[in-house]
């Protein structure tokens, strides 16, 4: 008997959807809401439980929808508030939650706050933003933004400086004033009251910033400091999360988690304690950073797979039985996994399954990002103006203008670029996210990955991840076992066990194109008569006191303790 287990988010699994890039209804090559209602089905049969959806609201689009206009709109090319609505009736009346993305570190320099802020020093909205003076007509400080250059911009009706950690149209919002929270809190129990699952907070570890606003070091290699000492985990980040769920998220049960670059194991047992009423779960980034060089995510290196499940066993230990971890490879900022830590050629179909299995064998919250289930690939566009994605763009040209080779540049692009994951959904061998011209170009690889063939192949990657969801629902030990990892220090397999008082779980992965043999007894189980819960080979392949892993292979063996 599976015990049901509150709170509802440890058994879910969550399905991100970038509905721009998702399913378009009507033809103008963006994709919108009447689309993701189209496909509700399809995510119905996939059984995910959650869709969190990158934001819908109002927006100029200099970042594709992470500047804000108006918190109370939704995007007039993703439909109307009516769509909207409906959205979450249809999901729910799938058991589908909705949870959207809140962005509330900064704003678009088109929300009517800013343009009052930015119109007088005696704005009453002067204080929703961080505006300084500057010093002998330069910025205030040295900080460079996250999406290249300074992150000070001019503005020449007060003549007075507006920090924007990511584009210039971005500008941050100022935590330290109470009208201002009292705002977003407002915004958060509008949404929630129409019926939301939660939100996704965006970048929330940088909403409190060191009022002082030094200098930062000057990495090599940069032209500007880094800032992020001083607004990562910032002096009040904890009381204002506590002050959000004081005045908003006690009221409702939905899911909290908050995207938290530079956030350590450390920070987030204090972030997701639920004694301290913050968030359920973080995104953490280190794991994310493994195949990056010392300086940027720009300088890239192979992924060295003993620092991953070093990494990963860190997180699965320091949050068990105090927080919760979220456990993704995807999302809209990274390129596809299957291409990154898989091998996105002959074993494109093994390795997509043997990393699904990896990670949601894991105890946390597991997060699929759109075209995960069916494997789909980066992209590699032959010229810089095919592509979409400001901090893209923003570094081709920085690096230019450094006398980079474009072939360097264009190399980076291809391994970390954003656009990777924001190509359309390939629903049909001709592609079948719009029948208009798509916003961004399609991969060139519909005709061999697409949802069609998928569902029509019962062995495919997409009844992975749907067997992957029903194994969480229905056993206890995903969800509440403890981790145990073997062979640390193996440099092509990840093999680790979850253990319960009444039974444990063998994980067996492989992350190269080798065949490897181990021996059984370094597994320490107490028998072989282990039942295979899932398997990406037709059975493995245990002979006698020796396993032999295949390239990518992936297995989990169930055996009872006693």
Not at 506 to 533: A, H, P, Y
Request: proline share 5%.
């Amino acid at each position: 008997m599976v015990q049901l287990l509150e709170p509802w988010w440890k058994r879910s699994v969550v399905y991100q959807i970038y509905p721009r890039s998702f399913m378009d209804s009507n033809g103008d090559g963006i994709g919108d809401l009447n689309g993701i209602i189209s496909k509700l089905e399809y995510l119905e049969q996939l059984g995910v439980d959650v869709i969190w959806l990158s934001p819908v609201y109002d927006s100029p689009n200099d970042d594709n929808g992470y500047d804000i206009r108006n918190y109370r709109a939704i995007m007039q090319e993703f439909g109307t508030m009516d769509d909207f609505e409906r959205l979450i009736d249809e999901a729910k009346q799938r058991g589908i939650r909705i949870v959207m993305d809140l962005v509330v570190n900064h704003t678009s320099d088109e929300h009517a706050w800013f343009v009052e802020s930015q119109s007088s020093k005696d704005s009453k909205y002067r204080d929703y933003y961080i505006w300084r003076e500057g010093k002998n007509d330069q910025p205030p400080n040295n900080w460079g933004s996250v999406f290249s250059g300074s992150a000070w911009e001019k503005e020449d009706t007060t003549n007075s400086y507006y920090l924007h950690l990511f584009s210039k149209k971005q500008p941050d919002l100022n935590w330290e004033h109470e009208p201002l929270r009292n705002e977003i809190f407002d915004i958060m129990t509008y949404w929630l009251d129409k019926g939301i699952g939660g939100f996704r907070m965006d970048v929330i570890n940088f909403i409190s910033k060191d009022v002082q606003l030094p200098d930062g070091a000057i990495p090599p290699r940069k032209l500007f400091g880094d800032g992020s000492p001083y607004f990562m985990n910032g002096p009040k980040i904890h009381s204002y999360l506590r002050e959000m769920n004081e005045k908003v998220l006690r009221e409702y049960d939905v899911l909290t988690v908050g995207e938290m670059p530079g956030a350590t194991p450390e920070d987030a047992r204090v972030y997701t304690n639920p004694n301290n009423q913050e968030v359920n779960m973080v995104f953490t980034f280190e794991h994310m950073n493994l195949d990056s060089g010392p300086h940027e995510k720009w300088d890239t290196k192979p992924l060295d797979l003993v620092e991953l499940k070093r990494n990963l066993e860190k997180w699965q230990n320091a949050l068990h039985q105090v927080g919760w971890n979220s456990l993704y490879w995807n999302n809209h900022d990274q390129p596809r996994i299957v291409s990154r830590f898989g091998n996105d050629g002959v074993y494109r179909e093994l390795s997509a399954k043997m990393l699904a299995i990896c990670l949601h064998m894991l105890q946390g919250t597991p997060y699929i990002y759109q075209g995960e289930e069916l494997g789909m690939t980066n992209i590699k566009f032959d010229s810089i103006n095919d592509y979409r994605d400001i901090e893209t763009l923003n570094m081709y040209k920085e690096k230019s203008y450094q006398g980079i080779a474009n072939d360097e540049i264009m190399a980076s692009i291809y391994a970390k670029g954003r656009d990777n994951a924001r190509t359309p959904m390939q629903w049909t061998a001709d592609g079948g996210f719009s029948t208009g011209t798509p916003w961004i170009r399609m991969n060139t690889n519909t005709s061999m990955i697409n949802a069609e063939q998928a569902l029509a192949d019962s062995s495919s990657i997409f009844y992975t991840y749907q067997k992957l969801i029903h194994l969480r629902k229905e056993y206890d030990i995903i969800t509440l076992g403890s981790f145990h990892l073997l062979l640390p220090d193996h440099p092509h397999l990840f093999v680790y066990k979850r253990q319960t008082s009444e039974e444990e779980w063998l994980i067996v992965t492989n992350f190269s194109k080798e065949t490897v043999k181990i021996e059984w007894n370094v597994c320490n189980v107490r028998n072989k008569n282990g039942k295979v819960m899932i398997s990406n080979y037709e059975t493995p392949k245990i002979n006698e006191d020796i396993i032999e892993v295949r390239p990518y292979e992936a297995f989990v063996l169930a055996f009872e303790r006693r």
